[in-house]
């Protein structure tokens, strides 16, 4: 843990330059409906509408220019592959984005925007993974993990600085949970500064993945059914280092329904007047599921992203 935590405090130094601290917004209406004093760390407002701009940018820059010369591959739902073509720009280097048949139209195009070559692979998030590091491997390039990455961990986790110096009491944060990037490094971060700090991984109910591999204390290969999370959504590849840092530092699951999804992206949107995708939704949906247990604490909800097909929200709406 201290490990990760000295290498969050470097990546902290070296993508200040290229990332948006974002806004903590207390939130009147989610505070009552919860009986919580409730924030939202906005991650949909940082560059490319995802957090994940943040541990793209930090492995970058912690490669050598001979390194980032050979190539860049990544495996991604859409976030992570923007946030690498992103952070490319930033370095002028180039390479490729696999994803899943299944990827949102919405977010392979934002990716195609910035830059990178997209192709897609496989019908899972994981099995598009497999393929990537396999054609990195085989063509002398460097492979990106979306999660299963020191450095993209680290990046994830200087929102948790951020957060640190943005709220000077903080009792429990909720986190969604795919790969488990985003909370090992915010669990990492908040638990070697105030292990009292509770950390709730939150995730859809058709996409279980992390939280019954912990459950069951090892990894596990389970089916994943469609969800409005497509941003958490598929498996886990095997020895993740991911999945050690959940075992250990997450105190907590909670488990969202579609519906609850849904509703929580509309109540959010309606009253804060952003925009969010089903990923950051599924925090708000596992806060109102858990409040109860919260009462009268401060607790912060990171908000992963922005990025929806407008077809998708027309029907949420």
């Known amino acids: 843990m201290t490990d990760l935590k000295t290498e969050i405090l470097l990546a902290e130094q070296r993508i200040r330059p290229y990332v948006r601290q974002t806004f903590l917004e207390q939130s009147p209406i989610f505070s009552q409906m919860t009986n919580c004093s409730v924030f939202f760390k906005l991650e949909n407002l ?28 990544v495996a991604s739902s859409g976030n992570h592959g923007a946030a690498t ?20 139209p919405t977010k392979v195009e934002a990716i195609r925007r910035l830059g990178a070559e997209v192709r897609f692979q496989g019908d899972d998030a994981a099995l598009t993974e497999g393929y ?3 054609y990195a491997d085989q063509n002398g390039m460097v492979y990106i993990s979306p999660y299963n990455d020191l450095q993209v961990i680290a990046g994830q986790g ?8 943005q709220l000077e009491q903080m009792d429990a944060v909720f986190v969604s949970v795919g790969g488990g990037g985003l909370i090992s490094g915010i669990a990492g971060f908040l638990k070697a500064m ?10 859809p109910q058709n996409s279980p993945v992390m939280a019954e591999s912990v459950k069951a204390n090892q990894i596990l290969d389970l089916p994943v059914l469609p969800t409005l999370s497509d941003g958490t959504a598929g498996g886990i590849e095997p020895g993740a280092i991911t999945f050690e840092f959940c075992r250990t530092l997450v ?6 329904t579609e519906a609850e999804i849904s509703a929580a992206m509309r109540l959010f949107m ?6 969010i995708e089903g990923a950051a939704a599924v925090a708000i949906a596992a806060l109102l599921q858990a409040s109860e247990a919260f009462q009268h604490q401060t607790v912060a909800v990171v908000l992963c992203g922005a990025n929806i097909d407008l077809a998708k929200l027309k029907g949420i709406l």
């Open 46 to 73: 940082q560059y490319t509408g995802s957090f994940k701009v943040r541990g793209a940018t930090n492995k970058l820059l912690s490669l050598s220019a001979e390194q980032r010369s050979q190539g860049i591959v």
């Open 194 to 203: 105030s292990p009292r700090i509770q950390i709730i991984g939150c995730l």
């Open 85 to 104: 073509a992103f952070a490319l720009r930033q370095v002028q280097g180039s390479g490729i984005v696999f994803v899943p048949q299944t990827a949102s």
């Open 132 to 134: 990537a590091r396999e």
């Open 158 to 165: 200087t929102i948790a600085v951020e957060l640190i110096n």
């Open 270 to 275: 309606e009253t804060h007047h952003q925009l």
């Open 251 to 256: 105190d907590q699951f909670v488990l969202v």
